[in-house]
């Protein structure tokens, strides 16, 4: 079964500052991986997915991620945070019969 | 992009009674309608799958008689929770997805119970 790892439970960064958000998965074969944001109370908003291809994916709201998988990893990663970022991001993993597992999520927090 | 939304999007019910809510696909078909519950703080989990027309498959732990799903149609999905009680109170999110691009999931907006 796939499982995702997201080892960074909360991240705070000042506005401007890069931000990378970690994900580590587990599975068999290629996944297909995606990143969603989470605002408070409300549902999930897609920013990126991989599926195949060119290995550094370029998202909304000016986010990107590259999958490793020598590392098994996707990180996501914006050059420049906006107040606006400040959300939870989760990691997921699709491992056939389009059943998605969630990481545990990352909490940014943006000062300003 | 696909719109799923959700209703309601709050609910607050009685210990013991049902309460109903609706997922619907607002601008695509779809084949596929999924059920995650959110506790606060947590990620989500999902709960079961379903498919038009079929009966659905829950995760394993869920109670298929107390979390009744139905997808009549390929744009709406309901999940009823029968016989609430306070530990059923969360976040439900529902998703769908359809036969114009796999293995994406579109997600409404989520509904919070809140039971008394």
């Known amino acids: 079964a796939q499982s995702v790892t997201q080892p960074d439970i909360h991240i705070t960064v000042s506005e401007g500052a890069s931000l990378e958000l970690r994900c580590n998965y587990s599975?068999?074969?290629?996944?297909?991986l995606f990143w969603y944001v989470q605002s408070p109370g409300q549902g999930l908003q897609l920013l990126l997915k991989?599926?195949?291809?060119?290995?550094l994916v370029q998202g909304i709201k000016g986010f990107e991620a590259e999958f490793k998988r020598s590392q098994s990893s996707f990180n996501l990663r914006k050059p420049s945070v906006h107040w606006s970022d400040a959300a939870e991001y989760f990691c997921?993993?699709?491992?056939?019969?389009?059943?998605?597992?969630f990481g545990t999520g990352t909490k940014l927090q943006v000062i300003p | 992009g696909a719109v799923v939304s959700q209703h309601p999007s709050r609910v607050i019910c009685k210990s013991g009674t049902s309460v109903k809510i609706e997922c619907r696909s607002l601008?695509?078909?779809?084949?596929?309608m999924f059920w995650y519950r959110q506790f606060p703080k947590q990620s989500l989990m999902l709960m079961a799958t379903?498919?038009?027309?079929?009966?659905?498959?829950?995760e394993q732990g869920v109670e298929k008689d107390k979390f009744l799903i139905n997808h009549a149609s390929l744009t709406l999905s309901t999940l009823t929770v029968t016989s609430a009680h306070p530990e059923d109170s969360s976040f439900y999110i529902c998703?769908?997805?359809?036969?114009?691009?796999?293995?994406?999931?579109?997600f409404g907006p989520g509904t919070r119970l809140t039971v008394t």
């Open positions: 998703s769908a997805s359809g036969t114009h691009e796999s293995y994406e999931q579109y």
């Open positions: 599975y068999g074969a290629t996944p297909y």
């Open positions: 991989y599926f195949s291809g060119d290995t």
């Open positions: 997921a993993v699709e491992g056939g019969y389009q059943k998605v597992t």
């Open positions: 601008d695509f078909q779809a084949t596929t």
């Open positions: 379903s498919n038009e027309g079929s009966k659905a498959t829950y």
